[in-house]
Nanobody
Framework: QVQLVESGGGLVQAGGSLRLSCAASGSIFRINAMGWYRQAPGKQRELVATITSGGSTNYVDSVKGRFTISRDNAKNTVYLQMNSLKPEDTAVYYC?????????????WGQGTLVTVSS
């Protein structure tokens, strides 16, 4: 239905920046919103940021003012610009696409990309 491929993770020092990309393919016309989640070792997956098809954005408090989610509709790609990175941002970051079909909520996930922030 919807396939997601992430890229852009890596190792960066605290205070540095990274940009994650998520390219969507398949039945992308169905997508209502896309977002980024992350899962640190030993912790549950948490929402980082979302962007709707109308362009509305939402962020978890811990990244507000540092991370920016955006989308390029022509490229079917969503980005997460991460600035002023902190060691606590270290996690596997997952791209998510969300849509609703006949009242049923559905999700697609990327394979994840590792972000490591060294102190």
């Amino acid at each position: 239905q919807v396939q997601l491929v992430e890229s852009g993770g890596g190792l960066v020092q605290a205070g540095g920046s990274l940009r994650l990309s998520c390219a969507a393919s398949g039945s992308i016309f169905r997508i209502n919103a896309m977002g980024w989640y992350r899962q640190a070792p030993g912790k549950q997956r948490e929402l980082v940021a979302t962007i709707t098809s109308g362009g509305s954005t939402n962020y978890v408090d811990s990244v507000k003012g540092r991370f920016t989610i955006s989308r390029d509709n022509a490229k079917n790609t969503v980005y997460l610009q991460m600035n002023s990175l902190k060691p606590e941002d270290t996690a596997v970051y997952y791209c998510n696409a969300h849509w609703i079909v006949i009242g049923v909520a559905l999700d697609a996930w990327g394979q994840g990309t590792l972000v490591t922030v060294s102190s």
